[in-house]
């Protein structure tokens, strides 16, 4: 059976992430037995997250507000592409990634899905930088 999960009852992680506000929607806490996690991410201005990558799962994002940058691979072979709304990226299994809200006034805003793990944890992220502050 269908299940609402209630976007004012979820206590927003700050975490994993510290420069970001992730809200964990869907997950193995909410829906028992689930292989998915879906979470809403706020980006406050100028704000950054860590470059990572997971073990255990690709990963979908859907920029529903602002301007990103996203930056993917390695530091010796980085890519990096501006996104906005309306925008998906896909990030798969492995690969580092990262990004920033390029604004300094504006929140940036996405929906992230991690397939195949029922939480952010089962993810298995491996940080390759320092916590942001």
Known sequence: MGK???GKNIVPDKGM????????????????????????????PGARNRRHYHVATNAANYILKGRLRYSFGPDYEKEEVIVEAGDFVFIPRGEIHGLLNLSNTET?????????????????PIF???PVK
């Open 128 to 130: 390759v930088e320092p």
């Open 108 to 124: 940036a805003e996405m929906v992230a899905l991690y397939d195949s793990v029922g939480s952010r944890e089962a993810s298995q």
């Open 17 to 44: 992430e510290p420069s970001l506000v992730i809200e964990s929607g869907i997950d193995s806490k909410t829906v028992p037995n689930v292989t998915m996690n879906m979470v809403r991410t706020i980006i406050p």
């Open 4 to 6: 609402v999960i209630r």
